[in-house]
């Protein structure tokens, strides 16, 4: 089964260390060292670009009403 790789402009599922925390975030673009800029939703509802590691982002699951 092939990898997924993100690339600039698509939706990854975020997945943190604990496994618990999951959230949805816009793959901004790639930086160094397998790491990606990505855009969230912040805790105060403003949208924040963070710093992740490739390995934590996985492809979104489809979508069940479309």
């Known amino acids: 089964m092939p990898t997924w790789i993100p690339t600039p402009g698509n939706i ?10 999951r959230r949805n975030m816009l793959v901004v673009a790639e930086a160094v060292g ?11 509802g403003i949208v924040v670009r963070l710093t992740v590691k490739g390995d934590s982002l996985k492809e979104p ?3 069940l009403f479309a």
């Open 12 to 21: 990854a599922a975020y997945i943190g260390r604990t496994g618990s925390s």
């Open 34 to 44: 397998g790491r990606f800029v990505v855009e969230a939703i912040g805790r105060k």
């Open 61 to 63: 699951q489809p979508d």
